[in-house]
């Protein structure tokens, strides 16, 4: 059974962390750690099996653990994403938009090969990505429109430049268009599907995003639409979003648990 260790106790990491705690995925749930402690604290209060709070992402990359789950931000996978590898640790990231700075994807990808070691990326919000991976070499181009209510976006770094103010917006109103590599940054808890689209996608035509704001939807809808030589496809996914966190879809939480399923499981594995 694989020992786990969890790097961030927010909507997510809870919900990874007690689909473990019940046996949901077979694995064993060792480390944990938060920037803020009583994260960790209220974390491991839900749990059955009580991991070990460690003071320090150092000391977590560096327990007796498999697997690190990342679940904190893009900031943790650039300051912290590396060590753990160099622990000789596989790694899951949830927080992908910080894969989108060719430094940080260049310097992960050359430490797998360095020291044996994996990355898994979920599928998060979003379907269709063997797709997108089977047809990189013939795409002509790719588009994904995001559309959330105002209060999801919230927060984000955009609107500290932009002169949109969200609680004016009574209609489905477009706030941004461009690349998926500036959306990320502008948008880093928000839009790590156009980061997965695009990753899917490497080496082939730049991913285009939309983010629309509508006051009057109760999803977070993502909507992608991919042509080329293979000829095109169109994929709408309506998410709900978590509970706990508007901002992040229910499909990303269950997404990143069956992704977690699969390293650890040892049955049939379906789909490319």
């Known amino acids: 059974m694989k020992r786990v260790g ?11 962390a007690l689909a473990i705690d019940s046996g949901k995925v077979p694995a064993k749930l060792t480390h944990v750690y938060d920037f803020t402690k009583k994260s960790s604290e209220l ?27 990342e679940a904190a931000s893009q900031d943790a996978v650039r300051d912290n994403a590396l060590s753990i590898l160099q622990n000789r640790k596989d790694l899951m990231i949830m927080s992908v938009g910080a894969l ?8 992960l990808f050359d430490a797998c090969k360095d020291f ?19 047809v990189k070499e013939e795409l002509n181009s790719i588009t994904l429109v995001t559309t959330k209510n105002p209060r999801a976006l919230k927060g984000a770094k ?30 880093p808890a928000n839009i790590n599907v156009a ?15 939309r983010i629309v704001a509508d006051p009057m939807t109760n999803k977070n809808i993502h909507e992608i639409e991919a042509e ?4 095109k496809f169109s994929i709408k996914v309506e998410n709900i979003p978590s509970q706990s966190n508007p901002k992040t879809s229910r499909l990303a939480i269950l997404s990143a648990i069956e992704c977690l399923k699969k390293i650890c499981g040892s049955e049939i594995n379906i789909g490319t």
Request: aromatic letters at 6%; one cysteine or more.
């Open 43 to 69: 974390l491991a209060s839900k749990l059955q099996n009580k991991p070990v709070i460690t003071e320090n992402v150092g000391l977590l990359a560096a327990a007796p653990v498999d697997l690190i789950i």
């Open 228 to 231: 080329g030589k293979f000829g």
């Open 100 to 107: 989108l700075d060719e430094s940080i994807y260049d310097i």
């Open 158 to 187: 955009f609107f500290e430049t932009s002169e949109i103010d969200l609680e004016k917006i009574s209609t489905s109103t477009t706030i941004y268009e461009g690349s998926a590599q500036e959306a990320v940054k502008l948008f």
């Open 116 to 134: 044996n070691k994996k990355v898994y990326l979920p599928s998060g919000a979003i379907l269709g990505l063997d797709g997108i991976r089977s």
């Open 195 to 209: 980061a997965l689209i695009s990753l899917a996608g490497i080496g082939s035509v730049a991913t285009k995003v």
């Open 6 to 16: 969890l790097l961030g106790c927010g909507a997510i990491g809870t919900d990874i």
